[in-house]
């Protein structure tokens, strides 16, 4: 059960390790872009090159669902970037329904953990597979990995590596269950440990605000990058900010004002510093390195 790329490499490391899997479960298809064509989801893409039965429920508790899903006796249920299931499914099979979620749970429960983590300023995430129950991300834990994040990283950078490396311990996961060798973990959150959430990100999360510091912005931003993207105004105009580099040192201006040479530079002035642009988006443009973007716009 899966939707989005992330959950392709998954579904082929399943595949290539030769586990049978009778169906797929995915999102119905809908009209995209500007001709609004009909757009396939990326696992359903897969499954049909692959001659996979797909089933595209609306209604996840549509009783004419749920009868096709019993018919299938799928023996174990896995779900990688999908919705949050009803009882009535997640329950349906002799081994329940594992699931693969993008953090070391219990920490970052929720439906954007990737991009939290480093807007958090985390040097450390990773994986987990665990079993669902009724609350969203609180299952007992079956296997974790874990992943580095650098001061570089982008979210875009982590979801490329966290997919690969979670298709991976999703086939250690179902083989170990083969072998009876897993021992089911339950989440506890430790006496003095913070719980971070991890929420879907709204449009409010976007907005960089130049009273905060370096360090802080520069971790939004690579948390944003490449959707949906960081953005502040540049002289009207909505400016998408997709990478940068920080300046630390006293500031000469007030927070927010940006200061350019016109030809290779261009940066906002922070609480602690200088928030240094090197890959742009103005409003209707293209997205471009900073020297391309200042051969092109004026500045005041």
Request: hydrophobic share 40%.
């Amino acid at each position: 059960m899966g939707t989005p790329e992330f959950a392709v490499a998954s579904l082929e490391a399943l595949l290539h390790a030769e586990f049978h899997i009778v169906a797929v479960v995915t999102a119905p298809d809908k009209p995209a872009g500007r001709g609004m064509a009909i757009h396939e989801s990326a696992v359903k893409k897969i499954a049909v090159s692959k001659h996979i039965p797909v089933l595209q429920p609306v209604n996840l508790k549509d009783p004419v669902f749920l009868d096709q899903l019993a018919s299938y006796k799928a023996e174990l249920q896995v779900v990688v970037a999908f919705r949050m299931l009803p009882e009535k499914v997640w329950n349906m099979p002799a081994w329940g329904t594992i699931n693969l979620h993008g953090s070391l749970l219990p920490q970052y429960r929720g439906a954007a953990p990737i991009n939290w983590a480093i807007i958090n300023g985390e040097i450390e995430t990773g994986v987990t597979t665990f079993k669902l129950q009724h609350a969203i991300d609180t299952g007992n834990i079956l296997l974790q990995d874990k992943i580095p994040i650098t001061e570089e990283t982008t979210a875009g950078d982590l979801h490329d590596t966290m997919k690969m490396i979670g298709a991976s311990l999703l086939v250690k996961t179902i083989e170990d269950l083969l072998k009876g060798t897993l021992s089911e973990i339950p989440q506890v959150i430790r006496p003095g440990e913070i719980y971070k959430a991890a929420p879907k990100i709204h449009p409010a999360d976007c907005k960089l605000n130049f009273q905060d510091t370096v360090e802080n912005i520069h971790n939004r931003v690579r948390g944003l990058s490449p959707v949906p993207g960081a953005y502040t105004d540049l002289h009207g105009h909505k400016f998408k900010i997709y990478k940068t580099i920080k300046e630390i040192r006293t500031p000469d201006h007030l927070p927010g004002v940006p200061v350019s040479d016109g030809k290779t530079y261009l940066k906002f002035s922070c609480r602690n510093g200088y928030l240094i642009c090197t890959e742009v988006q103005l409003e209707g443009k293209k997205r471009m390195d900073i020297e391309s973007f200042l051969r092109g716009y004026r500045l005041p």
